[in-house]
T-cell receptor, first 115, second 111 residues
């Protein structure tokens, strides 16, 4: 299965600042996704990171707040912009391997605390 | 809209069997995932059902009925380490696949 790494693993940030989270996969994958898991909650999809085109955002999430890049088939970034304490969450990257929808694996997550 | 329901919490005894149910109402449904998540960790893949019926993997089995919009995860011979949150997620294919998660079931295994 694909091995997924995320950086940073955790961070404490001041409100009003921005943080960019990186997701690296050890093999080429067709689909990459970004999820948020707020404290005590389940996972909510933020957006699908599309290679070579703009990300597809879910209802309630916008590009200005969560800009996403996907320059190639193994790497993506999610930026949390102009942070507020409500953005304190775990941010998870997940991937679907090429031609195999049965494989949706998650990275280790980035734990973000905004003060 | 898309809706996934599962119980918030369950308690079971070590060595016993527990069944965690999940019902879903979605459009573009393709299949049903179960994940296990320990506190402070990322979800780990347990099973994926796309066809009706029961699939067994060691102590864990997962069942799907597409006509009823229903799935369950069956855990046998419970161990203390099975205490975790169990997440049910529907794979939706509308111009690309995405997962819609239930709220998760917090399972506590008691001695």
């Amino acid at each position: 299965s694909a091995v997924i790494s995320q950086k940073p693993s955790r961070d404490i940030c001041q409100r009003g600042t921005s943080l960019t989270i990186q997701c690296q996969v050890d093999s080429q994958v067709t689909m990459m996704f970004w999820y948020r898991q707020q404290p005590g909650q389940s996972l909510t999809l933020i957006a699908t990171a599309n290679q070579g085109s703009e990300a597809t955002y879910e209802s309630g999430f916008v590009i200005d707040k969560f800009p996403i890049s996907r320059p190639n088939l193994t790497f993506s970034t999610l930026t949390v912009s102009n942070m507020s304490p409500e953005d304190s969450s775990i941010y998870l990257c997940s991937v679907e391997e090429a031609g195999n929808q049965e494989t949706q694996y998650f990275g280790p997550g980035t734990r973000l605390l905004v003060l | 809209g898309q809706n996934i329901d599962q119980p918030t919490e369950m308690t079971a005894t070590e060595g016993a069997i527990v069944q965690i149910n999940c019902t879903y109402q979605t459009s573009g449904f393709n299949g049903l995932f179960w994940y296990q998540q320990h506190a402070g960790e990322a979800p780990t893949f347990l099973s994926y059902n796309v066809l009706d019926g029961l699939e067994e993997k060691g102590r864990f089995s997962s069942f799907l009925s597409r006509s009823k919009g229903y799935s369950y995860l069956l855990l046998k011979e419970l161990q203390m380490k099975d205490s975790a949150s169990y997440l049910c997620a529907a794979l939706i294919y509308n111009q690309g696949g995405k997962l819609i998660f239930g709220q998760g079931t917090e399972l506590s295994v008691k001695p």
